[in-house]
């Protein structure tokens, strides 16, 4: 071959060297064409015929990297049937955004991850619970002035320590309680000094009876009150 064939193939091979490698952040592929031939139509024939076959080449062409699609998210049951607890938060993506072709890179990274955050169910049940009782309070007044009678007292509680919620149960047994305790257990001395004797009572409807030394509490009829002046129930004058 002479020089200036062979300067043509160099300058050939050099424009083509130029032109891959220049272009930037561009991928190879193979691909297939149509090559056609000539040859003997068959082995017993010496006329020449017209063949295709296939080829293969080494391509270059603009490279498509792979990237993230969004995450795509999915929650995990909550870790409690009631009340406050956590659940997993699964994501996914996939590699089609765009998809890598003509030999682009892969997406880089994961395309799962999972993490968690908190969750609320509807409030746990919760029984009630007693507080505490109350001072005892009187609920009648002693039977008696002197020597030892009877009156009764009572107390309350409340079911607040806790109070029920969400379905819980209420608090078992009384909210109230009920006594009676001796009272005026001092000696009547010179207050019941007969077997009759009458004591005014405060209560203008009522007075005290002495009998064997001891003042008992007496009611009068409706309609009528207790004149210590006489010293009778008498009616009422308007």
Not at 161 to 183: M, Q
Request: charged share 25%.
């Amino acid at each position: 071959m002479n020089r200036l064939g062979n300067l043509l193939i160099f300058t050939s091979i050099l424009v083509f060297i130029i032109s891959v490698s220049g272009t930037g952040d561009r991928c190879s592929y193979t691909c297939y064409y149509t090559e056609k031939t000539r040859g003997k139509c068959s082995a017993w024939s010496w006329n020449l015929c017209t063949k295709y076959r296939y080829a293969s080449k080494l391509c270059y062409t603009g490279c498509v990297h792979g990237g993230w699609s969004e995450w795509d998210q999915s929650l995990g049951p909550c870790s409690v049937s009631c009340g406050d607890g956590f659940q997993d938060v699964n994501e996914r993506r996939e590699c089609n955004n765009p998809a890598p072709a003509n030999g682009g890179n892969n997406c880089e990274g994961d395309d799962e991850r999972t993490s968690s955050q908190s969750c609320s169910e509807d409030p746990c049940p919760v029984n009630g619970g007693w507080g505490e009782w109350s001072e005892w309070m009187d609920t009648s007044e002693c039977d008696v002035v002197c020597a030892t009678g009877s009156k009764g007292q009572s107390r309350t509680r409340d079911c607040d320590n806790p109070e029920p919620s969400g379905g819980g149960e209420d608090c078992i047994g009384d909210s109230n309680e009920s006594r009676t305790i001796d009272c005026n257990t001092f000696s009547c001395n010179d207050l019941c000094v007969d077997d009759v004797h009458y004591i005014p009572h405060r209560d203008i409807t009522k007075f005290w009876q002495c009998s064997n030394g001891v003042a008992y509490e007496m009611s009068c009829p409706k309609g009528t009150y207790w004149n210590k002046e006489i010293p009778v129930c008498d009616h009422i004058t308007k």
